[in-house]
């Protein structure tokens, strides 16, 4: 495991902060921007030659970034698997940037609010994480970082189609805006699906924070832009969060209906949770996901008063297996961390 | 297995894509894969909705019949390699394949038009005016220094008043 990548453990990452507006509903918000070099070929079609001579033109570009001082770059074939995957969960790479990792960097920015994919499905991903509804900030800060590279490397770009990317999808302006949601009374309420149904004809798509399809895991839902072409980045912005909001408004009205009918039984779940989670000596990820859920919802309602948001959202990420195996410092095996993960919760809730 | 959309009808079409760290897999009956469309085909990348696409239109229209024997010249990608790997090769591809492409980026867009942020020339060129400015200050500073030492101190005079000038107006272009 690399001491390099070591760093990001000591840190809470931005977006887990729990701070920023509706903090209680929406986890993070995210911009994310594909940018290609002019006349290069795309990191899937280029030879090891040309996959090296652009991340060569890139660091470069990103060594004289004023934004990215003091910025930790990280060679993906450098790190070992549960390196790549801690970078993973702390959604600093995608999966894709796991595999073939020649030639491949990531950027990783102060506080990790910013980081830049290199050499992945584009020749640059930029990306902007904050903690909270606040995609307006992202996109400034995502843009200024664009702004800064423009002066140092030559973009494709095309006055009619915009920026040029190697997925059709991507093209225009390579922008793909979106926020994590925490949505645990629309699922208790089984109002969940008609929200995502509606969500995807409005041009959204909806998915979950590690993986699935409609049960999220822990009760999580991003939900994000698909069109990137025939809208300015601002417009396609202000769609989506209009959109949220009106989803923030259901959850909250969900919470305020389960509380008003159904109080004991809301209660008991999420007393339950907390209980098992606080002496629980084997849990997997996704029982924890599951009451982890509940007792996040269990603080932000009020009913559980001596956890704070914060310990709860950094333990949805210090319990995931890569970062167990990081903390303690060597491999272990699916059991073992079952074991340590619940150790592990069962410390911090204690405040320990 | 039944399907995720009505709850109902038994799956027929699974779906599988990783999307950045995003796995998605989603299970549907014919009648609900139909009708969620196209936000499955552009959810579920571009491989699918080419041969959505190939399916859904009588053949004399389909969308890739003008450049399909096409190759970029530049990165040597042919247009049946795209549509196999769903991905483009370079930027020039985008010229090679304009008459498929135009109607691909209207399909999943729902335009063909960006009008988003542009590299446009003036935001270049005030890059240039600005550079122009920083070395016209530097210039000036050091002239400043020389005329002090001099003891030229009418020239120091409008020389500082330049320092001055090209600083204010380096300060108004950052704004
Ligand atoms: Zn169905
Ligand atoms: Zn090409």
């Known amino acids: ?352 | 297995m039944t399907c995720d959309e009505c709850g109902k009808n038994k799956a027929t079409v699974h779906l599988t894509e990783i999307i950045n760290d995003q796995i998605t897999k989603l299970n549907l009956c014919e009648i609900c894969a139909k009708e969620k469309g196209s936000d499955v085909e552009q959810h579920f990348g571009i491989g699918d909705l080419l041969s959505a696409l190939s399916d859904t239109h009588a053949p004399s229209q389909g969308v890739d019949a003008p450049a399909m024997k096409g190759r970029c010249h530049h990165c040597g990608l042919t247009y049946d390699d795209f549509k196999k790997i769903g991905r483009l090769g370079c930027s020039e591809c985008y010229v090679a394949f304009k008459p498929s492409l135009v109607p691909l980026l209207k399909k999943i867009h729902g335009s063909n038009q960006h009008l988003g942020k542009s590299l446009n020339p003036q935001f270049l060129s005030d890059q240039k005016v600005s550079s122009k400015l920083h070395e016209e200050l530097e210039m000036a500073k050091q002239n400043l220094l020389k005329a002090v030492k001099g003891e030229e101190f009418e020239e120091a005079a409008s020389l500082r008043d330049k320092v001055k000038f090209l600083e204010k107006k380096i300060r108004e272009n950052k704004a």
């Not at chain 1, 070992?80 to 990792?101: A, I, N």
């Not at chain 1, 948001?309 to 319990?319: G, K, Q």
Request: glycine share 6%; proline share 2%.
């Open chain 1, 1 to 352: 495991m690399s001491v390099k990548v070591d760093v990001l453990l000591k840190q809470t990452c931005e977006w887990l902060r729990g701070t920023g507006p509706n903090s209680d509903i929406v986890l993070s918000s995210r911009v994310r921007l594909a940018r290609n070099l002019e006349k290069v070929a795309f990191p899937h079609w280029a030879t090891k030659k040309q996959e090296k001579e652009t991340l060569e033109t890139l660091e470069e570009a990103v060594r004289h970034i004023d934004l990215l001082k003091g910025s930790l770059f990280v060679h993906m074939a450098e790190i070992d698997d549960v390196d790549k995957q801690f970078l993973l969960e702390r959604h600093l790479v995608s999966r894709e940037h796991m595999m073939q990792p020649d030639s491949k960097a990531v950027v990783v920015g102060d506080k990790e609010v910013v980081s830049l994919m290199i050499n992945e499905e584009d020749h640059v991903r930029i990306q902007v994480i904050q903690s909270g509804f606040n995609l307006q900030e992202c996109w400034r800060t995502a843009n200024r970082l664009d702004d800064a590279l423009l002066k140092k490397v030559k973009f494709a770009f095309h006055p009619e189609w915009g920026y040029l990317t190697t997925c059709p999808t991507n093209t225009g302006t390579g922008l793909r805006a979106s926020v994590m949601l925490h949505l645990p009374a629309l699922v208790m309420t089984k109002q969940i699906s008609r929200v995502i149904q509606a969500i995807s004809k409005l041009g959204m798509t909806a998915r979950g924070l590690y993986g699935e399809g409609t049960e999220a895991e822990g009760n999580f839902f991003q939900i994000s832009n698909q069109v990137t072409m025939g809208s300015v980045e601002e417009d396609t912005i202000d769609n989506l969060e209009r959109i949220i909001r009106q989803v923030i408004g259901h959850e909250e009205n969900a919470r305020k209906t389960l509380m008003k009918q159904n109080r004991e039984v809301v209660q008991d779940k999420i007393c339950r949770a907390n209980g098992t989670l606080k002496s629980a000596h084997i849990i997997s990820t996704k029982e924890m996901m599951g009451l982890i859920s509940m007792v996040r919802l269990g603080v932000d309602m009020g009913i559980i008063p001596d956890i704070d948001r914060r310990a709860v959202n950094e333990l949805f990420i210090l319990t995931q297996p890569a970062h167990l195996q990081k903390i303690e410092g060597k491999m272990l095996s699916s059991t073992q961390r079952d074991v340590k993960r619940a150790n592990l919760i069962r410390r911090r809730l204690e405040g320990r």
